[in-house]
C-alpha cells in the first residue's frame, strides 16, 4: 500500500487565508522533498528537507521535518491565486535506493 | 532550452497496440525516471535507471520497458497496451550522490508529460 500519505486530498480557501497540508510516512525517511504542479503542468519542486525537525521558508511558504522525520508539512500564509495547484511530498526512504515516493498531493484551489 | 523533453506531448492509439515515449535531459545528470500519474493525479515511480543500475517498481508489468541509448536519453516502451495503460506519464532527471554504499536523491527535474490515451 501507499507507503507516504498526505491530507487533505482538496482545499478549497479564500484568498488571503492561510493553508496547510501534512505528509506523513509508515517509515522513516532519509529526506523529504516538496513539488508544486500547475493544472496541465509537471510537478517542479519546491525545496529539499534532510534534518530532524528541520523548519525552512520561501516568502509566503513554509516547510517543516518532524523529529522522528516521518511526517512533514507545507504551510502557506496569505494564500494568492498564484498558489493555486497541486502540492506533492515526496519522500525518499532508507531502503528505495534513489527513488522517491510520492504523496497523494492536496489540490489548493484558491477563491479570489 | 528545455531541460528535460518528451514526446510526443499525446498519444493516442488502439488496444494492444505497441508505442514508444521518448525522453531526453540536457543537464548532465546521472539518473533518469518514468512516472505514470493517473487521472486522481497519484504519481507513481516505474523505474529509476543510472548507468551503473536499474530500479523497478515491482508493480510495473513487464509489458513496459525503459531503454537508455546513452546517458542524456531513457525512452519507455510499451508493449501490448490497455485500457488502464491511459495516464501522463512524466520522465525525471536528478544528479545522485552516493553516499557510502547508498544513494541520496537530490532534486528532480520533470518533463512536460505525455498523455497517452488507449482506446
Known amino acids: 500500500g501507499q507507503q507516504v500519505m498526505q491530507i487533505p486530498q482538496y482545499q478549497h480557501v479564500q484568498e488571503g487565508e492561510d493553508f496547510t497540508t501534512y505528509c506523513n510516512s509508515s517509515t522513516t525517511l532519509s529526506n523529504i522533498q516538496w513539488y508544486k504542479q500547475r493544472p496541465g503542468g509537471h510537478p517542479v519542486f519546491l525545496i529539499q528537507?534532510?534534518?530532524?525537525?528541520e523548519v525552512k521558508k520561501q516568502k509566503r511558504l513554509t516547510f517543516q521535518f518532524g523529529e522522528a522525520k516521518k511526517n512533514s508539512s507545507l504551510h502557506i500564509t496569505a494564500t494568492q491565486t498564484t498558489d493555486v495547484g497541486t502540492y506533492f511530498c515526496?519522500?525518499?526512504?532508507?531502503?528505495?535506493?534513489?527513488?522517491?515516493?510520492f504523496g497523494g498531493g492536496t489540490r489548493l484551489m484558491v477563491k479570489p | 532550452d528545455t531541460a528535460v523533453s518528451q514526446t510526443p506531448k499525446y498519444l493516442v492509439t488502439q488496444m494492444g497496440n505497441d508505442k514508444s515515449i521518448k525522453c531526453e535531459q540536457n543537464l548532465g545528470h546521472d539518473t533518469m525516471y518514468w512516472y505514470k500519474q493517473d487521472s486522481k493525479k497519484f504519481l507513481k515511480i516505474m523505474f529509476s535507471?543510472?548507468?551503473?543500475?536499474?530500479?523497478i517498481n515491482e508493480t510495473v508489468p513487464n509489458r513496459f520497458s525503459p531503454k537508455s541509448p546513452d546517458k542524456a536519453h531513457l525512452n519507455l516502451h510499451i508493449n501490448s497496451l490497455e485500457l488502464g495503460d491511459s495516464a501522463v506519464y512524466f520522465c525525471?532527471?536528478?544528479?545522485?550522490?552516493?553516499?557510502?554504499?547508498?544513494?541520496?536523491?537530490?532534486?528532480?527535474?520533470f518533463g512536460p508529460g505525455t498523455r497517452l490515451t488507449v482506446l
Open positions: 528537507l534532510v534534518k530532524s525537525g
Open positions: 525525471a532527471s536528478s544528479q545522485d550522490r552516493g553516499l557510502a554504499g547508498s544513494w541520496s536523491t537530490d532534486t528532480q527535474y
Open positions: 515526496a519522500g525518499q526512504l532508507n531502503n528505495a535506493g534513489n527513488m522517491l515516493t
Open positions: 535507471y543510472n548507468n551503473k543500475e536499474l530500479i
